[in-house]
């Protein structure tokens, strides 16, 4: 089992950026795809972003074109760059595997607060 810890939210500015970091405890990205997931207080947990053991990269909708997932196998850390963030970004953002199984493990996740 591995274990996945995220890190680098805060409180920012409409408009602003955040970079988060998902760093893992072993080498993994190089076979799992992996993604990015939030959720928003009230709301079901939602899939964000992902990226694949071969780099490919896909977002959904609402983030396409502001946020960038990337991953440095080296390091076995996974981003996330959020720009031009919007008050309903704000949310708690975690990493896992993409998909993830129904007994799939969350960790803390890093709290991301956009505001006006």
């Known amino acids: 089992q591995v274990q996945l810890v995220e890190s680098g939210g805060g409180l920012v500015q409409a408009g602003g950026s955040l970079r988060l970091s998902c760093a893992a405890s072993g080498s993994i990205f190089s076979i799992n795809a992996m993604g990015w997931y939030r959720q928003a207080p009230g709301k079901q947990r939602e899939w964000v972003a992902l990226i694949t053991s071969s780099g490919s990269t896909n977002y959904a909708d609402s983030v396409k074109g502001r946020f960038t997932v990337s991953r440095d196998n080296a390091k076995n850390t996974m981003y996330l760059q959020m720009n031009s963030l919007k008050v309903e970004d704000t949310a708690v953002y975690y990493c896992?595997?993409?998909?993830?199984?129904?007994?799939?493990?969350w960790g803390q996740g890093t709290q991301v607060t956009v505001s006006s």
């Open positions: 896992n595997r993409f998909p993830t199984a129904a007994w799939a493990s």
